[in-house]
Protein backbone atom coordinates (compact mmCIF):
# COMPACT_ATOMS: atom_id res chain seq x y z
CA UNK A 1 0.00 0.00 0.00
CA UNK A 2 1.79 2.72 -1.32
CA UNK A 3 -0.70 5.57 0.51
CA UNK A 4 0.34 7.41 3.56
CA UNK A 5 -1.50 9.29 6.51
CA UNK A 6 -0.19 12.28 4.67
CA UNK A 7 -1.67 11.49 1.68
CA UNK A 8 -4.77 10.38 3.32
CA UNK A 9 -5.07 13.24 5.09
CA UNK A 10 -4.67 15.45 2.04
CA UNK A 11 -8.05 12.73 0.55
CA UNK A 12 -9.90 13.21 3.69
CA UNK A 13 -9.59 16.74 4.58
CA UNK A 14 -10.60 18.10 0.94
CA UNK A 15 -13.86 15.73 1.01
CA UNK A 16 -14.99 16.73 4.26
CA UNK A 17 -14.56 20.72 3.73
CA UNK A 18 -16.50 19.81 0.25
CA UNK A 19 -19.01 17.94 2.65
CA UNK A 20 -19.57 20.77 5.35
CA UNK A 21 -20.41 23.17 2.05
CA UNK A 22 -22.94 20.93 0.98
CA UNK A 23 -24.33 20.12 4.33
CA UNK A 24 -24.77 24.17 4.88
CA UNK A 25 -26.23 24.66 1.59
CA UNK A 26 -29.19 22.00 1.72
CA UNK A 27 -29.67 23.33 5.53
CA UNK A 28 -29.89 26.90 3.96
CA UNK A 29 -32.42 25.41 1.20
CA UNK A 30 -34.70 23.61 3.84
CA UNK A 31 -34.11 20.30 5.59
CA UNK A 32 -36.29 17.01 5.47
CA UNK A 33 -36.18 15.32 8.46
CA UNK A 34 -37.68 11.57 9.86
CA UNK A 35 -36.96 9.86 12.91
CA UNK A 36 -34.21 6.48 12.70
CA UNK A 37 -35.36 3.52 14.21
CA UNK A 38 -33.96 4.21 17.21
CA UNK A 39 -35.36 7.55 17.85
CA UNK A 40 -32.75 9.87 16.72
CA UNK A 41 -32.90 12.34 13.85
CA UNK A 42 -31.53 12.43 10.48
CA UNK A 43 -32.14 15.06 7.50
CA UNK A 44 -31.66 14.36 3.60
CA UNK A 45 -28.83 16.00 4.14
CA UNK A 46 -27.24 13.29 6.21
CA UNK A 47 -27.90 11.21 3.54
CA UNK A 48 -26.72 13.32 0.89
CA UNK A 49 -23.16 14.21 2.49
CA UNK A 50 -22.73 10.38 3.10
CA UNK A 51 -23.41 9.35 -0.63
CA UNK A 52 -20.92 12.57 -1.53
CA UNK A 53 -18.35 10.95 1.13
CA UNK A 54 -18.57 7.32 -0.13
CA UNK A 55 -18.36 8.26 -3.52
CA UNK A 56 -15.01 10.29 -3.31
CA UNK A 57 -13.08 8.27 -1.07
CA UNK A 58 -13.42 5.33 -2.28
CA UNK A 59 -12.93 6.18 -5.92
CA UNK A 60 -9.57 7.65 -4.69
CA UNK A 61 -9.17 4.39 -2.35
CA UNK A 62 -10.98 1.84 -3.72
CA UNK A 63 -9.29 -1.10 -1.45
CA UNK A 64 -9.99 0.70 1.85
CA UNK A 65 -13.29 -0.48 3.96
CA UNK A 66 -15.82 1.71 5.07
CA UNK A 67 -17.80 2.28 8.31
CA UNK A 68 -20.36 5.16 8.02
CA UNK A 69 -23.66 5.97 10.07
CA UNK A 70 -25.23 6.27 7.34
CA UNK A 71 -24.60 3.40 5.71
CA UNK A 72 -25.75 -0.20 6.10
CA UNK A 73 -22.50 -2.18 7.71
CA UNK A 74 -20.99 -4.76 5.44
CA UNK A 75 -18.31 -6.98 7.41
CA UNK A 76 -16.24 -6.79 4.48
CA UNK A 77 -14.71 -3.94 6.07
CA UNK A 78 -12.98 -5.98 8.54
CA UNK A 79 -10.63 -7.70 6.09
CA UNK A 80 -9.76 -4.69 5.02
CA UNK A 81 -6.48 -3.57 5.76
CA UNK A 82 -7.67 0.12 6.16
CA UNK A 83 -11.09 1.41 6.61
CA UNK A 84 -12.66 4.91 6.12
CA UNK A 85 -14.64 5.42 9.54
CA UNK A 86 -17.00 8.47 8.22
CA UNK A 87 -19.95 10.51 10.56
CA UNK A 88 -21.30 12.82 7.68
CA UNK A 89 -22.95 15.13 10.24
CA UNK A 90 -22.50 14.44 14.02
CA UNK A 91 -24.52 16.49 15.88
CA UNK A 92 -27.49 16.05 13.51
CA UNK A 93 -29.45 17.81 16.17
CA UNK A 94 -27.39 21.04 16.48
CA UNK A 95 -27.43 20.98 12.83
CA UNK A 96 -30.98 20.69 12.99
CA UNK A 97 -31.73 23.75 14.98
CA UNK A 98 -28.70 25.90 14.05
CA UNK A 99 -26.53 25.31 16.80
CA UNK A 100 -22.75 25.19 15.37
CA UNK A 101 -21.39 22.41 17.09
CA UNK A 102 -21.81 20.14 14.88
CA UNK A 103 -19.46 18.85 12.08
CA UNK A 104 -17.95 16.24 9.20
CA UNK A 105 -15.74 13.64 10.84
CA UNK A 106 -13.80 11.12 8.76
CA UNK A 107 -10.91 8.97 9.96
CA UNK A 108 -8.61 6.55 8.22
CA UNK A 109 -7.88 3.56 10.59
CA UNK A 110 -5.14 0.62 9.70
CA UNK A 111 -5.14 -1.84 12.61
CA UNK A 112 -7.22 -1.01 14.98
CA UNK A 113 -6.17 2.87 15.04
CA UNK A 114 -6.82 6.15 13.23
CA UNK A 115 -3.70 6.95 11.67
CA UNK A 116 -5.44 10.11 9.49
CA UNK A 117 -8.13 12.18 10.92
CA UNK A 118 -10.20 15.32 10.17
CA UNK A 119 -13.26 17.21 11.60
CA UNK A 120 -14.51 20.36 9.93
CA UNK A 121 -16.71 22.41 11.93
CA UNK A 122 -18.35 24.67 9.32
CA UNK A 123 -20.94 27.05 11.28
CA UNK A 124 -17.32 27.25 13.63
CA UNK A 125 -15.23 28.20 10.65
CA UNK A 126 -12.59 25.30 12.18
CA UNK A 127 -11.10 22.62 10.37
CA UNK A 128 -9.38 19.99 12.99
CA UNK A 129 -6.64 17.67 11.60
CA UNK A 130 -4.18 14.96 12.56
CA UNK A 131 -1.98 12.32 11.48
CA UNK A 132 -0.27 9.74 13.51
CA UNK A 133 2.55 10.73 15.09
CA UNK A 134 2.80 14.14 13.26
CA UNK A 135 0.67 16.49 15.68
CA UNK A 136 -2.95 17.45 15.79
CA UNK A 137 -3.78 20.90 14.62
CA UNK A 138 -6.72 23.82 13.61
CA UNK A 139 -6.98 25.70 10.91
CA UNK A 140 -3.49 25.19 9.96
CA UNK A 141 -1.90 25.89 13.63
CA UNK A 142 -0.88 23.24 15.94
CA UNK A 143 -3.48 22.92 18.88
CA UNK A 144 -2.48 21.24 22.76
CA UNK A 145 -4.22 19.96 25.25
CA UNK A 146 -4.99 22.12 28.73
CA UNK A 147 -2.20 21.22 31.20
CA UNK A 148 -5.06 21.61 34.04
CA UNK A 149 -3.81 19.57 37.04
CA UNK A 150 -7.43 19.54 39.19
CA UNK A 151 -10.90 19.10 38.45
CA UNK A 152 -11.87 21.85 41.05
CA UNK A 153 -12.53 24.60 38.22
CA UNK A 154 -11.86 22.46 35.68
CA UNK A 155 -14.03 22.98 32.18
CA UNK A 156 -15.71 19.95 31.58
CA UNK A 157 -18.07 18.25 28.64
CA UNK A 158 -20.54 16.18 29.87
CA UNK A 159 -24.21 15.57 30.96
CA UNK A 160 -24.67 18.34 33.58
CA UNK A 161 -27.52 15.83 34.77
CA UNK A 162 -25.28 12.97 35.54
CA UNK A 163 -22.16 14.86 36.76
CA UNK A 164 -24.85 16.20 39.65
CA UNK A 165 -26.88 13.35 40.51
CA UNK A 166 -26.62 12.19 43.93
CA UNK A 167 -25.90 8.29 43.47
CA UNK A 168 -21.87 9.80 43.26
CA UNK A 169 -20.02 7.60 46.26
CA UNK A 170 -18.25 11.89 46.38
CA UNK A 171 -20.07 14.68 44.35
CA UNK A 172 -17.48 15.81 41.93
CA UNK A 173 -16.05 19.00 42.46
CA UNK A 174 -17.51 22.60 41.18
CA UNK A 175 -16.73 22.97 37.53
CA UNK A 176 -17.44 24.39 34.41
CA UNK A 177 -19.84 21.90 32.91
CA UNK A 178 -21.75 22.37 28.98
CA UNK A 179 -22.74 19.91 27.09
CA UNK A 180 -22.30 19.52 22.89
CA UNK A 181 -23.90 16.55 20.65
CA UNK A 182 -21.40 15.87 18.70
CA UNK A 183 -19.12 13.65 20.25
CA UNK A 184 -16.50 14.64 18.01
CA UNK A 185 -16.59 18.35 18.33
CA UNK A 186 -16.15 17.29 22.07
CA UNK A 187 -12.99 15.60 21.41
CA UNK A 188 -11.60 18.93 19.37
CA UNK A 189 -12.38 21.12 21.92
CA UNK A 190 -10.72 19.30 24.70
CA UNK A 191 -7.59 18.67 22.05
CA UNK A 192 -7.15 22.51 21.42
CA UNK A 193 -7.66 23.66 25.09
CA UNK A 194 -11.07 24.99 24.95
CA UNK A 195 -11.77 22.49 27.49
CA UNK A 196 -10.18 20.62 30.01
CA UNK A 197 -11.82 17.22 29.90
CA UNK A 198 -15.12 15.38 28.40
CA UNK A 199 -16.48 12.51 29.63
CA UNK A 200 -19.36 10.09 28.62
CA UNK A 201 -20.92 6.83 30.45
CA UNK A 202 -22.92 5.63 27.62
CA UNK A 203 -22.35 3.90 24.38
CA UNK A 204 -20.71 5.85 21.35
CA UNK A 205 -20.25 4.33 18.27
CA UNK A 206 -16.67 4.46 16.49
CA UNK A 207 -17.97 6.88 13.61
CA UNK A 208 -18.55 9.40 16.61
CA UNK A 209 -15.18 8.45 18.19
CA UNK A 210 -12.89 7.94 15.33
CA UNK A 211 -11.32 11.38 13.94
CA UNK A 212 -11.70 13.53 17.46
CA UNK A 213 -9.51 10.07 19.33
CA UNK A 214 -6.42 10.81 16.80
CA UNK A 215 -6.77 14.60 16.97
CA UNK A 216 -7.17 14.49 20.86
CA UNK A 217 -4.48 12.25 21.69
CA UNK A 218 -1.91 13.79 18.85
CA UNK A 219 -2.77 17.32 20.92
CA UNK A 220 -1.65 15.96 24.23
CA UNK A 221 -4.93 14.06 25.33
CA UNK A 222 -5.37 10.41 26.83
CA UNK A 223 -8.75 8.90 25.83
CA UNK A 224 -10.24 5.94 26.83
CA UNK A 225 -13.18 4.24 27.77
CA UNK A 226 -14.01 4.60 31.89
CA UNK A 227 -12.47 1.51 32.39
CA UNK A 228 -8.82 3.25 31.42
CA UNK A 229 -8.52 0.59 27.95
CA UNK A 230 -7.39 2.36 24.52
CA UNK A 231 -10.28 2.26 22.07
CA UNK A 232 -10.07 -0.18 19.51
CA UNK A 233 -11.57 0.77 16.07
CA UNK A 234 -12.77 -1.49 13.12
CA UNK A 235 -14.44 -4.13 15.51
CA UNK A 236 -17.16 -6.36 14.77
CA UNK A 237 -19.35 -3.86 16.86
CA UNK A 238 -17.96 -0.71 15.94
CA UNK A 239 -19.26 0.93 18.94
CA UNK A 240 -17.16 1.80 23.16
CA UNK A 241 -19.03 1.60 26.03
CA UNK A 242 -17.86 5.14 27.29
CA UNK A 243 -15.71 7.52 26.55
CA UNK A 244 -13.40 9.95 28.89
CA UNK A 245 -10.79 12.25 27.23
CA UNK A 246 -8.25 14.54 28.89
CA UNK A 247 -5.10 15.64 29.49
CA UNK A 248 -2.99 13.15 31.32
CA UNK A 249 -3.20 14.71 35.13
CA UNK A 250 -7.12 14.94 34.49
CA UNK A 251 -7.62 11.71 33.12
CA UNK A 252 -6.08 9.82 36.28
CA UNK A 253 -8.77 11.69 38.46
CA UNK A 254 -11.47 10.95 36.18
CA UNK A 255 -10.79 7.29 35.65
CA UNK A 256 -10.18 7.37 39.76
CA UNK A 257 -13.80 8.42 39.89
CA UNK A 258 -15.47 6.17 37.34
CA UNK A 259 -13.85 3.23 36.74
CA UNK A 260 -15.56 1.24 39.34
CA UNK A 261 -19.19 1.83 37.64
CA UNK A 262 -20.01 -1.02 35.74
CA UNK A 263 -22.13 -0.60 32.36
CA UNK A 264 -24.04 -2.71 30.54
CA UNK A 265 -21.93 -4.93 27.97
CA UNK A 266 -22.20 -3.87 23.87
Not at 2 to 7: C, Y
Request: hydrophobic share 45%; proline share 8%.
Amino acid sequence: MTDGPLADLALILEAAVAAGEMAVAMRSAGLERHEKADGTPVTNADLAVDALLRETLIAARPDYGWLSEETADNPERLSRPRVFIVDPIDGTRAYIRDRPWWGVSIAVVENGRPIAGVVVAPDRNEVFEATLGGGARMNGKPVAASETLDLEGAAMLADVQMMRHPAWPTPWPEMRMESRNAIAYRLCSVACGDFDAMLALSRKSEWDMAAGDLIAVEAGCVVTDHKGRPLVYNQPIPAALSLVCAGPALHRLILSRVEPIDLPGL
